[in-house]
């Protein structure tokens, strides 16, 4: 069983940052590819960036390059999500994800039905 529980979120004006903490249990974090998706209100749940399981590896959601920069800490089982220069439109709830499909490769995973836990979320509201 693993549990992740996301923390960091908030209000911010737009221009500001944040940055997102995603801490794991249960299971060996190294181990596994990792990724932050967001889901606005009446919106479907959505890829933000994905971190392989060495942190070589990055992928971002277009709507974030250059904003948005997502790392992971094997040594303390976190994952991050630094969130910079916000916009009205990043308001959403921020989800952290794992996923155990690709144990045996270095790889980046984007796909919503690939991830396997799910943290509960934590609110980002961005202000005008």
């Known amino acids: 069983q693993v549990q992740l529980v996301e923390s960091g979120g908030g209000l911010v004006q737009a221009g500001g940052s944040l940055r997102l903490s995603c801490a794991a249990s249960?299971?060996?974090?190294?181990?596994?590819?990792m990724g932050w998706f967001r889901q606005a209100p009446g919106k479907e749940r959505e890829f933000v960036a994905g971190?392989?399981?060495?942190?070589?590896?990055?992928s971002y959601a277009d709507s974030v390059k250059g904003r948005f920069t997502i790392s992971r800490d094997n040594a303390k089982n976190t994952v991050y999500l630094q969130m910079n220069s916000l916009k009205p439109e990043d308001t959403a709830v921020y989800f952290c994800?794992?996923?155990?499909?690709?144990?045996?490769?270095?790889?980046?995973?984007?796909?919503?039905?690939?991830?396997?836990?799910w943290g509960q979320g934590t609110q980002v509201t961005v202000s005008a």
């Open positions: 971190i392989s399981k060495s942190g070589a590896s990055t």
């Open positions: 994800g794992l996923t155990s499909k690709y144990l045996w490769s270095d790889y980046v995973c984007n796909r919503l039905n690939e991830y396997d836990y």
């Open positions: 249960g299971r060996t974090f190294s181990t596994y590819a």
